[in-house]
């Protein structure tokens, strides 16, 4: 059974940073599409950031330079690094993942599997 578990969520200032990360198993997370989304109130929910089988990274035109993705294979386990975190930043953050190569970006629908999100909360 593959399972996803994001923790790292929380509320911090403008400018500060958060590391997200996304416990996986069932699965090796080297081997799947893996993605960051997130999902603000009374908004669709947003790729923010993929790491596919490759290796190969993709990010939001709202996040590069601020945010990285990355994986520990040993661990089995992604991550979301945020650094320079605006208020816009806020919502409820997902991590995903997917047996099919998938490139970019890719919507929601993209991905078959999902944790059950860890909440990012920026006040200015």
């Known amino acids: 059974v593959v399972q996803l578990v994001e923790s790292g969520g929380g509320t911090v200032q403008a400018g500060g940073s958060l590391r997200l990360s996304c416990a996986a198993s069932?699965?090796?997370?080297?081997?799947?599409?893996m993605g960051w989304f997130r999902q603000a109130p009374g908004k669709e929910r947003e790729a923010v950031a993929a790491l596919d089988s490759s290796g190969t990274t993709s990010y939001a035109d709202s996040v590069t330079g601020r945010f990285t993705i990355s994986q520990n294979n040993a661990k089995n386990t992604l991550f979301l690094q945020m650094n320079s975190l605006k208020p816009e930043d806020t919502a409820m953050y997902y991590c995903?993942?997917?047996?099919?190569?998938?490139?970019?970006?890719?919507?929601?629908?993209?991905?078959?599997?999902w944790g059950q999100g860890t909440q990012v909360t920026v006040s200015s």
């Open positions: 069932g699965y090796l997370v080297s081997y799947y599409s």
């Open positions: 995903a993942a997917d047996p099919n190569l998938i490139y970019g970006l890719g919507p929601p629908s993209f991905y078959n599997y």
